[in-house]
């Protein structure tokens, strides 16, 4: 069984920042990518950011240029780092990972998701 932990949410004003961390625990190996992704009240889920199992990596629009993503293979965690905080970023954050490897049955298992933090920015 394979689970993704998330914590470093909160709340923060306008401007602030928060990191975010995802952990993935279980029996697997080969993490695909991952990434994070975000659902705002009454708006569908959204992609944040994605990297690569080699580190490449990709993000929305809206959060160029202030977020961050990076992971370290070495303890399966991905990373959020987020700055100049806006309203609008308000929202569950959620890890996911595309696929992975079970040792169980030595083939891709798909699609992953942790159960998601609450960040909220406001004043």
């Known amino acids: 069984q394979v689970q993704l932990v998330e914590s470093g949410g909160g709340l923060v004003q306008p401007g602030g920042s928060l990191r975010l961390s995802c952990a993935a625990s279980?029996?697997?190996?080969?993490?695909?990518?991952m990434g994070w992704y975000r659902q705002a009240p009454g708006k569908r889920r959204e992609l944040v950011a994605t990297?690569?199992?080699?580190?490449?990596?990709n993000y929305a629009d809206s959060v160029k240029g202030r977020f961050t993503i990076s992971r370290d293979n070495t303890k399966n965690t991905v990373y959020l780092q987020m700055n100049s905080l806006k309203p609008e970023d308000t929202a569950v954050y959620y890890c996911?990972?595309?696929?992975?490897?079970?040792?169980?049955?030595?083939?891709?298992?798909?699609?992953?998701w942790g159960q998601g933090t609450q960040v909220t920015v406001s004043s």
């Open positions: 990297i690569t199992s080699s580190g490449s990596t």
């Open positions: 279980g029996s697997f190996f080969s993490l695909n990518a």
């Open positions: 996911n990972v595309d696929w992975l490897i079970t040792i169980a049955t030595m083939k891709p298992s798909y699609d992953y």
